[in-house]
């Protein structure tokens, strides 16, 4: 007993001990969380005044301060990043703020490299800039940055070294030492392994490009590593497209030749091409399993078809778009793709989601483009539910706009747990473009110049001028884009250009200047509708030898047009489509107009995989116009160019005015053509296809006299596209099947000139 006795005693004093330091420790603390500050002492200050840290601190005098509270006045004036060293204290009911300011840039210079351009580039990415604080931690990822930039331009192995000159009264001078590095060429481009693509396609894909001198201007001739990895992914990415599931890009290297440059080598395994054989949606049971019956029909056009990550998207987009007409929230859905030999089942799962809210999205990383910009091409806002879908439809939507290099985001949970905050961080990239173009060929020569700026005072408005010369004409033209106005979705241009013509073979020369605006927004799923309105004046002279009627056409024309229109395109893709179609329509209204007339024009494209060595197309291009009361002037009259009508030169068929080919009132052309890409040696980097053309121009107001045989002209033919030594060359060879008395052909078309 008397043991246990002691025991307890102990215990109890044990407890007693324990409580009475627990009371000093609360005591202590206590007496921090009670202090009142009533004034307030800074030191160590120069370049900020005493009042501005108290407002960045967010310091208010007579109010109790804990600890807390002065580690909320250190985070305050730590963000502001002007402080290296923050020192806090309390003291006689007086807050004590001891700071070492960090040294102010008063000049940021660049040594080792002359563009002006290039130097505002690297001012505008880095942190450290002028009248800012010189923070060390931050100069060696500015220093990252510039040594990325020069790789993005094609220069190995730069290097940026950086120096501080102190001038005084905490102020430096930053000076940064570039050393560019070699620019090392692609000389050639190879693709080895089990390719079963040709080389020509392969090179069309990639960004890449081999060395040419009518490159010269081209930046992506310049070997980086940035590049080789894009080329990877959209090799991978086109290999998936054609149906090659399991495609590998092993590996990219390069042989150094003796000049320093560069032969770039791909290794590829395609492995086995991939038939859907099957698609099915499984659907959670609270929803109504009906909304997605309509999928089946879309299921049905792929079925059969090789295997492509674009179908897939496509019915992913079908399925989002009944999502939202059946106004469904909390939605999510995945994808299974079973590969099984050389086929591929795909099944789409479409399930509840956790009922998530978007609390907050910050913007990073925009240090030109305005954030409204950013946030216009969001499919998702603070207070919305939470959707991966619609995250990952932004992204792309984002990467879409091609005003950065790069666009990430990151999931952060937000202040409860079914909220979510949501980081948009974007890698902003140049751009400004410059392109060129010059050809050479049976009908003269042409030259073609462009510049733009895509993103115009970071709010990702479009400026661009053109300008094109060739034997008959030159013009130029100044466009002005926004193409998202009033962050409502819909493009607006505005335009203004001129143009001077001389036309030997049709009987007058003119100056035209012209502007306008116009309008396009996507009212459907790739329908698109276009509203515009244009004002012009012609000066139209006609040729000495011209005749008695067309002299009547001499004189000074205005007018001011409405136009409306719509286009549908359903192809796989913009650029050598291999399937898919696209048809449009145009009418132009006058609204007032020296001579009124109406005009319209219908195009219709279809493309189809015949087999894997034939893509067929059907293009079909109707054009009229009619005068009201007058006869359509020269200069607006239809004419029919021989790139839609071979084997005949451009504007010599149809109706003529003595020696004059006047134009018509309507132009019809229909063109079938088969393109046969391995047809030709792989060595020879030629694309071969046929063609069969069939056109008519016909109509006159003034006098039925004057020839207007409405004879169908056709012709027939085969064409060559060359990647030559000294640029793209384009050969055609053509014979007339049908053609009128007056028509003057063309059997033999070549074209030398690129874009660059």
Same mark, same amino acid.
């Given at each position: 007993?008397?043991?246990?006795?002691?025991?307890?005693? &102990?215990?109890?004093?044990?407890?007693?001990?324990?409580?009475?330091?627990?009371?000093?420790?609360?005591?202590?603390?206590?007496?921090?969380?009670?202090?009142?500050?009533?004034?307030?002492? +800074?030191?160590?200050?120069?370049?900020?005044?005493?009042?501005?840290?108290?407002?960045?601190?967010?310091?208010?005098?007579?109010?109790?301060?804990?600890?807390?509270?002065?580690?909320?006045?250190?985070?305050?004036?730590?963000?502001?990043?002007?402080?290296?060293?923050?020192?806090?204290?309390?003291?006689?009911?007086?807050?004590?703020?001891?700071?070492?300011?960090?040294?102010?840039?008063?000049?940021?210079?660049?040594?080792?490299?002359?563009?002006?351009?290039?130097?505002?580039?690297?001012?505008?990415?880095?942190?450290?800039?002028?009248?800012?604080?010189?923070?060390?931690?931050?100069? %060696?990822?500015?220093?990252?940055?510039?040594?990325?930039?020069?790789?993005?331009?094609?220069?190995?192995?730069?290097?940026?070294?950086?120096?501080?000159?102190?001038? =005084?009264?905490?102020?430096?001078?930053?000076?940064?030492?570039?050393?560019?590095?070699?620019?090392?060429?692609?000389?050639?481009?190879?693709?080895?392994?089990?390719?079963?693509?040709?080389?020509?396609?392969?090179?069309?894909? +990639?960004?890449?490009?081999?060395?040419?001198?009518?490159?010269?201007?081209?930046?992506?001739?310049?070997?980086?590593?940035?590049?080789?990895?894009?080329?990877?992914?959209?090799?991978?990415?086109?290999?998936?497209?054609?149906?090659?599931?399991?495609?590998? !890009?092993?590996?990219? %290297?390069?042989?150094?030749?003796?000049?320093?440059?560069?032969?770039?080598?791909?290794?590829?395994?395609?492995?086995?091409?991939?038939?859907?054989?099957?698609?099915?949606?499984?659907?959670?049971?609270?929803?109504?399993?009906?909304?997605?019956?309509?999928?089946?029909?879309?299921?049905?056009?792929?079925?059969?078809?090789?295997?492509?990550?674009?179908?897939?998207?496509?019915?992913?987009?079908?399925?989002?778009?009944? !999502?939202?007409?059946?106004?469904?929230?909390?939605?999510?859905?995945?994808?299974?793709?079973?590969?099984?030999?050389?086929?591929?089942?795909?099944?789409?799962?479409?399930?509840?989601?956790?009922?998530?809210?978007?609390?907050?999205?910050?913007?990073?990383?925009?240090?030109?483009?305005?954030?409204?910009?950013?946030?216009?091409?969001?499919?998702?806002?603070?207070?919305?539910?939470?959707?991966?879908?619609?995250?990952?439809?932004?992204?792309? &939507?984002?990467?879409?706009?091609?005003?950065?290099?790069?666009?990430?985001?990151?999931?952060?949970?937000?202040?409860?747990?079914?909220?979510?905050?949501?980081?948009?961080?974007?890698?902003?990239?140049?751009?400004?473009?410059?392109?060129?173009?010059?050809?050479?060929?049976?009908?003269?020569?042409?030259?073609?110049?462009?510049?733009?700026?895509?993103?115009?005072?970071?709010?990702?408005?479009?400026?661009?001028?053109?300008?094109? +010369?060739?034997?008959?004409?030159?013009?130029?033209?100044? &466009?002005?884009?926004?193409?998202?106005?009033?962050?409502?979705?819909?493009?607006?241009?505005?335009?203004?250009?001129?143009?001077?013509?001389?036309?030997?073979?049709?009987?007058?020369?003119?100056?035209?200047?012209?502007?306008?605006?116009?309008?396009?927004?996507?009212?459907?799923?790739? !329908?698109?509708?276009?509203?515009?309105?244009?004002?012009?004046?012609?000066?139209?002279?006609?040729?000495?030898?011209?005749?008695?009627?067309?002299?009547?056409?001499?004189?000074?024309?205005?007018?001011?047009?409405?136009?409306?229109?719509?286009?549908?395109?359903?192809?796989?893709?913009?650029?050598?489509?291999?399937? =898919?179609?696209?048809?449009?329509?145009?009418?132009?209204?006058?609204?007032?107009?020296?001579?009124?007339?109406? %005009?319209?024009?219908?195009?219709?494209?279809?493309? &189809?995989? !015949?087999?894997?060595?034939?893509?067929?197309?059907?293009?079909?291009?109707?054009?009229?116009?009619?005068?009201?009361?007058?006869?359509?002037?020269?200069?607006?009259?239809?004419?029919?160019?021989?790139?839609?009508?071979? =084997?005949?030169?451009?504007?010599?068929?149809?109706?003529?005015?003595?020696?004059?080919?006047?134009?018509?009132?309507?132009?019809?052309?229909?063109?079938?053509?088969?393109?046969?890409?391995?047809?030709?040696?792989?060595?020879?980097?030629?694309?071969?296809?046929?063609?069969?053309?069939?056109?008519?121009?016909?109509?006159?107001?003034?006098?039925?006299?004057?020839?207007?045989?409405?004879?169908?002209?056709?012709?027939?033919?085969?064409?060559?596209?060359?990647?030559?030594? +000294?640029?793209?060359?384009?050969?055609?060879?053509?014979?007339?099947?049908?053609?009128?008395?007056?028509?003057?052909?063309?059997?033999?078309?070549?074209?030398?000139?690129?874009?660059?």
């Amino acid at each position: 007993m008397g043991k246990r006795s002691n025991i307890k005693k &102990n215990l109890k004093l044990v407890k007693q001990i324990i409580s009475y330091f627990l009371f000093i420790i609360f005591f202590s603390f206590s007496s921090v969380k009670a202090e009142v500050v009533k004034k307030l002492n +800074i030191s160590g200050n120069k370049r900020i005044s005493t009042e501005t840290i108290k407002i960045y601190g967010e310091i208010q005098l007579n109010k109790n301060y804990n600890e807390q509270n002065i580690n909320d006045i250190l985070n305050n004036l730590y963000s502001t990043e002007f402080f290296e060293d923050i020192q806090i204290k309390i003291e006689n009911n007086t807050l004590l703020i001891k700071i070492k300011e960090y040294p102010t840039i008063n000049q940021l210079i660049l040594i080792g490299e002359q563009s002006k351009k290039i130097k505002d580039q690297i001012k505008k990415i880095i942190f450290s800039k002028k009248n800012k604080s010189f923070i060390k931690s931050k100069l %060696s990822k500015d220093i990252d940055l510039i040594k990325k930039l020069y790789s993005s331009l094609g220069y190995n192995n730069s290097e940026a070294i950086p120096k501080t000159k102190d001038i =005084g009264d905490n102020n430096i001078d930053l000076i940064i030492e570039v050393k560019k590095g070699e620019v090392t060429k692609i000389s050639s481009i190879k693709f080895i392994g089990d390719k079963k693509i040709r080389d020509k396609r392969l090179r069309d894909v +990639i960004a890449s490009e081999e060395d040419k001198f009518w490159k010269f201007l081209s930046k992506n001739t310049k070997f980086n590593e940035n590049l080789v990895s894009l080329d990877k992914r959209l090799l991978t990415n086109y290999y998936k497209s054609k149906g090659f599931y399991d495609v590998k !890009i092993n590996s990219s %290297s390069g042989e150094i030749k003796k000049d320093g440059n560069i032969n770039l080598i791909y290794s590829i395994d395609a492995g086995k091409r991939y038939t859907i054989t099957k698609i099915s949606t499984n659907t959670d049971k609270v929803f109504d399993s009906k909304i997605f019956f309509p999928m089946e029909k879309y299921y049905k056009e792929y079925i059969g078809n090789y295997y492509s990550p674009f179908f897939v998207t496509e019915l992913l987009d079908e399925i989002d778009q009944l !999502i939202s007409n059946n106004n469904l929230q909390f939605v999510e859905h995945n994808v299974e793709e079973i590969p099984s030999n050389d086929t591929i089942e795909i099944k789409i799962n479409i399930f509840e989601s956790e009922k998530v809210l978007v609390e907050r999205i910050d913007v990073l990383g925009n240090n030109v483009t305005d954030e409204r910009v950013i946030r216009s091409a969001l499919l998702i806002d603070e207070g919305d539910p939470f959707t991966k879908v619609k995250l990952d439809k932004s992204i792309a &939507n984002l990467k879409a706009k091609r005003l950065f290099s790069t666009v990430k985001e990151n999931l952060k949970e937000g202040s409860k747990k079914n909220l979510k905050k949501i980081e948009i961080e974007v890698e902003e990239q140049p751009t400004g473009e410059i392109s060129a173009g010059a050809g050479v060929g049976t009908s003269g020569g042409s030259f073609a110049f462009n510049i733009s700026e895509n993103n115009w005072l970071g709010e990702g408005k479009i400026i661009a001028f053109n300008a094109d +010369i060739d034997e008959e004409s030159i013009s130029g033209e100044f &466009n002005y884009t926004n193409p998202d106005y009033n962050f409502s979705g819909n493009s607006v241009n505005y335009f203004l250009g001129s143009s001077s013509n001389d036309k030997p073979n049709q009987g007058y020369e003119n100056t035209v200047i012209s502007t306008g605006a116009n309008t396009s927004f996507e009212q459907y799923k790739n !329908i698109f509708m276009n509203l515009g309105l244009s004002a012009s004046y012609d000066d139209l002279r006609t040729t000495n030898n011209a005749s008695a009627n067309l002299k009547k056409q001499d004189g000074e024309f205005s007018e001011l047009l409405g136009s409306y229109g719509f286009r549908y395109d359903g192809r796989d893709r913009t650029f050598q489509p291999t399937s =898919g179609h696209v048809v449009s329509f145009n009418q132009d209204l006058p609204i007032y107009a020296d001579k009124n007339y109406i %005009s319209n024009s219908i195009r219709y494209s279809k493309y &189809n995989t !015949i087999s894997e060595d034939m893509i067929a197309a059907t293009k079909l291009s109707i054009s009229t116009i009619n005068g009201f009361e007058d006869d359509v002037r020269l200069s607006k009259r239809r004419k029919i160019s021989s790139k839609r009508l071979r =084997g005949f030169e451009s504007g010599k068929i149809g109706p003529k005015d003595g020696d004059d080919f006047i134009g018509g009132n309507y132009a019809v052309t229909l063109n079938f053509e088969a393109s046969l890409p391995n047809i030709l040696p792989e060595a020879s980097r030629a694309d071969f296809s046929t063609f069969l053309d069939f056109g008519n121009l016909w109509g006159v107001d003034y006098d039925s006299s004057i020839d207007d045989s409405n004879k169908i002209r056709s012709s027939a033919g085969v064409a060559i596209n060359w990647s030559s030594p +000294i640029g793209p060359m384009t050969f055609t060879l053509a014979q007339d099947l049908a053609k009128a008395d007056t028509d003057v052909t063309q059997s033999f078309n070549f074209s030398l000139g690129t874009t660059f």
